[in-house]
């Protein structure tokens, strides 16, 4: 456990500009960027100045001492006063009322992650024990500093690509009729642990046949025949961060059809990458994908979304298949994306995608893993 | 994919109780209740009456429509325009307003599942396009409907039970000085895949030492050493069920502390488990497992929940250390419960817990799987 006081002075200092008096974390990603580690109950406040504070179980408590070293973190007792401490440390800030919010009539900001992982019942919770506050979503603070990744960070996503590659390697290999779809999937998974995962940011999805038109998969019941599209996305992480490549293959040599479709698709790759630089946005880089696509006539299945912010969370900012205003947001030197999110799906034929993670450079898109696009299998 | 028309229709019978025009259903574990499969994003309406409505992108159709067979299921078109196609259907529904909320001066009501899984931020979303209805929870009506089992739930969680238990074998058959809790989770992990697991519904966690007192784990960083405790947590899946089997071992002969720290969670167990008939609550089995912790001298460590619901859901109700009131809802026949829970954790040197699934009966409590309490590995 390594606290980043460097990330949480910069938190501090957006949370001053935004006016937020504190942020309560209580997801593993947030925890991660700030903590250096994860734990199966992460939970935090950082308040607008000074320590970070935990709120731990207290059997945790002479583990977490001991890591934190400096010793400048409140632990906090039990599981059952998580909520009382939690209700009474900023019942305690917002009654300083740094920002002038009370003088104005108005209630103090207490800022949380707003995304898949922050549950609808606990937000709820914390409105209804903390009525002196307003909830804000803390994103705004949080997501222009995490979206740029550091060297470490991207080390991490380059290991977990690298990971990836070593689970689609295997999956590769293990193409054949009568393969399993579960038995590809089960290799795969064992391969990357092997390699040093630690878990899978999303399920695992292996898809054959017309299956491969599922948005983002699933595991097909009925196993591999000769001639079918198969479609692997595999997302390891590595200290938490995450990876995510996607590879669609054919048993055996593709028809008109499925060569058509997975031409077009290496071609959507191409264009987008071609147009990637420090400014763009999702939206233009759509319309590059789009005009691809027409031009081997299926435009009418290409859906918006070409591409995703990946990081600590699978799905991070640009996210326009989530927050359609990310259409609009620019990208930046230092983050990272991937390319190929969306299948391109003819309806009861299959579909194919190729997705890989880019980190931005001011001279365009670097993929942190270069893994080839290989998809004819003769086995 | 088998529509689950009968549990439509009560999920139906219960909304007409409660006065809800229709179920929004995100989440994967409602949605596999009710269709008798998965996909990546779940989305479907279930009105008060009539056919349900599945929210699918335009790829997926042909698919869908060829599993729902009967065709009463109405399949809409893109992903953008889901929110579109939810927010027209419950103006719909709430301009008829069946129950006359309206009429009545109120808003008809909404259910959406109010768990971990249910992010806040699409509540928040939900709520802002569809100001004509109120989103409630719609726990009253799925839980009691969910929390009993049918034969073919308790064959799922069975096997996923004895699943858990390959998983342990190997495990434990690991444990030696100087694994590491990675190569321990790895392998754990490819057993369970081979024997039929399509996932898990919380991390593996193995933890050796010290962090043996982490409330519900990780993976430890340094490797097992002679002497030392090793808490490995298992929680593999088959259709959606969820499993869960917590083993503690002692790499050695356990030192005084140690065997009186297993020895009372041994108690712990068998206290609790001679104390479960329909009617008993959590709270009740809680002060069995207090005193059995007492007799041990280890009151003071004894923290309450000792087990909870687990179906669909790792944790469903009872579930008292997530939603309180719990403590007093009363076991019914049928329901499947967890004994084991929370570890037994002396901080600075360790902790134990055995977490086994009991399906309740009017008999007593039946182990889905019985795995044996063998802790002391000697490698």
């Not at 092997?194 to 038109?213: H, K, L, Q």
């Not at 990876?243 to 028809?255: E, I």
């Not at 031009?295 to 009418?300: F, S, Y």
């Not at 990081?311 to 927050?323: D, K, Q, S």
């Amino acid at each position: 456990m390594k606290v980043r006081f460097d990330r949480i002075a910069r938190v501090q200092a957006a949370m001053r500009e935004h006016g937020l008096i504190a942020i309560v974390v209580i997801n593993h990603d947030d925890y991660r960027y700030l903590f250096g580690t994860d734990r199966s109950q992460p939970r935090a406040l950082i308040p607008f100045q000074g320590p970070p504070e935990l709120i731990a179980f207290t059997g945790e408590e002479p583990e977490l001492r001991a890591a934190l070293a400096q010793g400048e973190v409140r632990v906090f007792g039990s599981v059952g006063g998580q909520i009382h401490d939690i209700v009474g440390r900023v019942r305690e800030i917002a009654e300083s009322d740094p920002f002038g919010a009370v003088a104005a009539g108005a209630r103090p900001k207490v800022g949380m992650q707003m995304w898949f992982h922050t549950p609808a019942f606990l937000v709820d919770l914390f409105r209804q024990v903390n009525p002196e506050v307003e909830l804000v979503s803390s994103d705004p603070v949080m997501d222009p500093l995490r979206s740029i990744k550091d060297a470490d960070e991207l080390a991490a996503m380059t290991e977990a690509q690298r990971i990836a590659g070593e689970g689609m390697d295997r999956a590769r290999a293990l193409l054949r009729p009568g393969v399993s779809a579960h038995e590809v999937a089960t290799e795969a998974l064992y391969a990357m642990w092997r390699a040093g995962a630690e878990g899978t940011s999303t399920p695992i999805y292996v898809n054959f046949g017309v299956e491969t038109c599922m948005l983002h998969g699933r595991i097909s019941p009925a196993p591999l025949e000769r001639g079918q599209l198969a479609l692997v996305d595999l997302t390891p992480q590595v200290d938490g961060y995450c990876a995510n490549l996607s590879r669609t293959f054919v048993l055996g040599q593709p028809d008109a059809r499925q060569a058509e479709l997975l031409a077009a698709y290496r071609e959507i790759v191409a264009a987008v990458r071609a147009e990637m630089r420090p400014g763009v946005t999702m939206a233009q880089l759509d319309e590059r994908a789009k005009a691809a696509a027409a031009r081997h006539g299926l435009a009418e299945y290409q859906v918006y979304g070409i591409g995703h912010g990946i990081g600590l969370r699978f799905e991070e900012p640009p996210a326009p298949t989530i927050i359609p205003p990310h259409k609009a947001l620019p990208l930046a030197t230092g983050m990272t994306v991937t390319i190929g999110h969306p299948v391109l799906a003819i309806p009861g034929f299959g579909g194919a995608r190729f997705e890989d993670v880019y980190r931005l450079t001011a001279g365009g898109p670097e993929p942190l893993f270069e893994y080839p696009i290989d998809p004819v299998v003769l086995a």
